[in-house]
C-alpha cells in the first residue's frame, strides 16, 4: 500500500494533464556522466550494504535523464536462467528515482506500469535509461528503458511512472524508528542527508 495513495482513491494517470510543465535541471546538479551515486547504504537497488541487491549506479545524463547499468545475477533469477521481473522493475524504479538528483526535489514512486517485452537471461547487463518528461505540481512523470546488448541494443522492459514530491518528514513519520536513528547518527553529514533524499 502506497502512503500516497490510499486505498479506494483513483489510479493516478501516466499521462501528463495539459497544463503540465516541463521539468528543470537543477543549476547545481551532477554534470553529464558523473555518477549519481547511492543515497541508503542499505538501499536494495542502490546501496553497496545490500549482499543481493542491484548494486545499481546511475549516472546524470543531459537535460533531466539519467542512465544506469545492472547486471542480472543468479540471484536476481525468477524462472531458471532468467531475471525476475520484480527485480527488473525495481532496477527501473531505481534509475527513475535517480531523476530526483538531477532536480532537487525528493520524491517518491506514486505508479509504476512496467511492460517486459523481452527476456533478460541471468549475466546480462541491462542498459537502462530514465527521463522526466513533465512536472504538474507534486507530481513528476517519468519513463524508463531497460536495452540488453548495449544502450542501442533492443529494449527488454520499459516503465511509465509518477513520482510524488514529499518531504524529509515522510521517512521520518513512516519509516522503521532503528533505521532512522541509525541514518541520523551517521557522523557523515553528506551521507546523513542523502538517506533522507531519494527513497524510490
Known amino acids: 500500500m502506497s502512503a500516497v495513495n490510499p486505498p479506494g482513491s483513483p489510479k493516478t494517470s501516466l499521462v501528463p494533464p495539459p497544463d503540465a510543465v516541463p521539468p528543470v535541471r537543477h ?6 556522466g558523473e555518477p549519481l551515486g547511492a543515497h541508503f547504504d542499505m538501499c536494495f537497488g ?4 545490500q549482499p543481493h ?3 545499481l549506479t546511475a549516472r546524470a545524463g543531459e537535460g ?23 527485480v527488473l522493475t525495481s532496477a527501473l524504479d531505481e534509475t527513475l528515482g535517480s531523476l530526483g538528483w ?7 514512486t506514486g505508479r509504476l506500469e512496467t511492460d517486459f517485452l523481452r527476456p533478460v ?21 517519468s519513463t524508463a528503458t531497460g536495452r540488453i546488448g548495449g544502450p542501442d541494443g533492443p529494449a527488454a522492459v520499459r516503465a511509465d511512472a509518477v513520482f510524488i514530491e ?4 515522510h521517512f521520518i513519520e513512516n519509516g522503521r524508528e532503528e533505521e532512522i536513528q541509525a541514518a541520523m547518527d551517521d557522523p557523515d553529514q553528506i551521507r546523513r542527508a542523502r538517506a533522507f533524499e531519494v527513497n524510490p
Not at 538531477?102 to 517518491?108: E, F, G, P, S
Open 27 to 32: 543549476p547545481e546538479a551532477p554534470a553529464p
Open 46 to 49: 542502490c546501496g553497496g550494504g
Open 53 to 55: 541487491g542491484l548494486h
Open 64 to 86: 533531466v535523464s539519467a542512465t544506469a547499468e545492472f547486471t542480472v545475477r543468479t540471484a536476481h533469477q525468477g524462472a531458471p536462467g532468467l531475471a525476475h521481473g520484480g
Open 102 to 108: 538531477l532536480m532537487h526535489v525528493i520524491a517518491v
Open 121 to 141: 537471461p541471468v549475466d546480462t547487463v541491462l542498459h537502462i535509461e530514465a527521463h522526466a518528461n513533465a512536472v504538474h505540481g507534486r507530481k513528476i512523470y
Open 166 to 169: 514529499v518531504k524529509v518528514e
